[in-house]
């Protein structure tokens, strides 16, 4: 995608926990310490907590690869279990022998006494660390305590680390657990970024990726943290759909604008809005309105921008672009849904409400297409009433006419008038032609000519599967999401037999994905994003002569 154009040799903001992308903050480093002197120490519990997405778990695959040989490991991370399903995933984990009935607590206690005492003969030591230790009853954390207190004479047999959100510090402060929280021989806690560390952390994980160069402003960044509160997790999110737009757009750095349009792809127009930013949303609408006032009056105006922007960003800092005049006529002769505005010094009259009036007309016609009944003037209007209405909007760069063409569903397209600027159409593709609506008709042209005037941009409405929030990357957790892309994936014969992923989007699964993408005409990217899932929704019959299966 984007790594030759920022000369990145790997992607820098994956969400999944890679040890080498770690940044030490003051509290990784901190919490680092803490754990490696509760390993040296005589065997208990030890604690890690922190919000979600502040890195806990690729702070425990530093210090699980960094474990010294004589350091036996085990890892948990299915903690909806009771007493018995944890201590037979234990004797699992740690390969003891056991024989006995699954639900004899007992039995699998003395089965682990007797494998750690063998161990600790060998001159090993045992590590178990269990994630979303949060979600452990009472009784099944009254039952590990119990395995802390297996021991020698000198020395406890078993370190337990238990690594969980805040809620976990709540459940071991109740009184039935006052012993357990008396044997924690280690406590730490990840903080979110401080807004003063969110450019290093940026710079940070693009020098991993082979960068030495800063491709965020400062006040990108300090945008950054506005909107995600200095969580990682959602700093790599909205920086990886950053530079996205940034490549498409042909942008050598990310501003602060660009941020807040990715924010909004990412978490939604709500969740994207910075703190403090209500407080002068009514301001600044009142700014818009008195410079619209002032435009009707003739007194300001507004150069036209460039209209490539359109579809990746409304919202980008632009030099202005000199106006430019239209002479040419439409080359489909059709009346056209005007997308462009007037030139600076043209008067408000006639020609300019029809235009206005035919560009609603287009996009009302798109969204008729998905029995969705109402008017829109802009892309962001139209894209607000479809999301409000159940679809998912997304607008796209470098389309091919292969894609619209197996993806079977209406496209909003800009194409070009043979002057300067373009106009917009209902694009569909049906016998072999592609045809074309606005609102003065339907004609059907070849692929030529419409390559000839189409850029590869356009519009798209979509219902993505329950559960889909953000692309998946190898190592996302997203059950519902994994579940439809494999019945999907089955369905075209891609999958056979069971596949056990445990709701993680793993890397055989991308390689599946992978063959897919390649079949559809896709970037073989393994990236199960927007583009993917539309292809896996659509035709069957297509998809299958894609494959050619």
């Not at 903050?25 to 803490?34: P, V």
């Not at 579940?483 to 994936?489: F, G, K, R």
């Not at 699964?509 to 005409?521: K, N, S």
Request: net charge negative; with cysteine; hydrophobic share 40%.
């Amino acid at each position: 995608m984007y790594l030759h154009y920022f000369s990145l040799s790997q992607y820098p903001f994956l969400i999944s926990p890679n040890p080498d992308f770690l940044y030490f903050s003051r509290s990784h480093e901190e919490a680092l310490a803490h754990l490696r002197y509760g390993l040296d120490r005589e065997g208990g519990f030890m604690l890690l907590t922190g919000e979600v997405g502040t890195g806990k778990t690729t702070l425990c695959r530093l210090l699980m690869d960094d474990l010294p040989d004589s350091v036996r490991l085990g890892y948990l991370l299915n903690t909806k279990l009771d007493s018995a399903g944890i201590l037979v995933s234990l004797c699992r984990e740690l390969d003891v022998d056991y024989q006995g009935a699954p639900d004899d607590i007992q039995g699998l206690v003395a089965a682990l006494y007797e494998n750690l005492l063998q161990a600790h003969g060998d001159g090993q030591r045992t590590l178990v660390v269990i994630e979303e230790a949060q979600n452990l009853s009472s009784d099944v954390l009254e039952s590990l305590r119990l395995l802390t207190n297996l021991e020698t004479n000198e020395r406890k047999l078993l370190h337990i680390l238990l690594v969980g959100q805040p809620e976990l510090l709540d459940t071991l402060h109740l009184p039935a657990l006052r012993q357990l929280n008396q044997r924690v021989i280690a406590r730490c806690h990840l903080d979110v970024l401080p807004r003063g560390e969110v450019a290093g952390y940026l710079q940070h994980r693009l020098r991993v990726a082979g960068l030495d160069r800063a491709l965020f402003t400062a006040s990108a960044a300090a945008q950054l943290h506005s909107i995600s509160g200095g969580i990682p997790r959602v700093i790599n999110l909205i920086a990886e759909r950053s530079l996205i737009a940034a490549y498409a757009l042909e942008r050598p750095v990310v501003n602060r604008l660009l941020v807040r349009r990715a924010a909004r792809e990412v978490l939604g127009p709500k969740q994207a809005i910075p703190a403090g930013m209500d407080r002068v949303r009514s301001g600044f609408i009142g700014a818009v309105a008195a410079t619209l006032l002032a435009m009707v009056a003739g007194l300001v105006f507004l150069p036209k921008a460039d209209w490539n922007v359109r579809s990746v960003s409304e919202a980008i800092a632009l030099e202005p672009a000199p106006a430019k005049t239209k002479t040419g006529g439409n080359q489909l002769a059709l009346k056209p849904g005007r997308a462009d505005a007037p030139s600076p010094a043209a008067p408000s009259g006639p020609d300019q409400r029809e235009t206005a009036q035919s560009t609603t007309s287009v996009f009302s016609l798109f969204l008729d297409k998905y029995h969705i009944g109402a008017a829109a003037g802009t892309i962001e209007q139209l894209c607000g009433i479809a999301r409000r209405t159940g679809f998912a909007c997304e607008e796209f760069q470098g389309l091919s006419a292969d894609f619209l063409e197996a993806l079977a569903r209406p496209a909003l397209v800009p194409l070009a008038d043979g002057t300067d600027g373009f106009d917009y159409y209902v694009f569909s593709s049906e016998d072999g032609g592609y045809r074309l609506t606005n609102s003065a008709g339907t004609r059907t042209v070849d692929r030529a000519e419409f390559e000839s005037r189409w850029r590869g941009e356009g519009t798209l409405l979509w219902q993505p599967p329950a559960g889909y929030s953000a692309p998946l990357y190898v190592g996302t957790g997203n059950r519902a999401v994994v579940d439809y892309l494999l019945q999907s994936l089955r369905s075209l014969g891609y999958v056979e037999g069971a596949l056990v992923t445990g709701g993680i989007y793993n890397g055989h699964l991308a390689g599946i994905v992978r063959e897919f993408q390649g079949d559809a005409g896709l970037a073989v990217d393994g990236i199960v994003g927007p583009k993917t899932l539309m292809m896996l929704a659509g035709n069957g019959s297509k998809l299958s002569s894609l494959a050619g299966r």
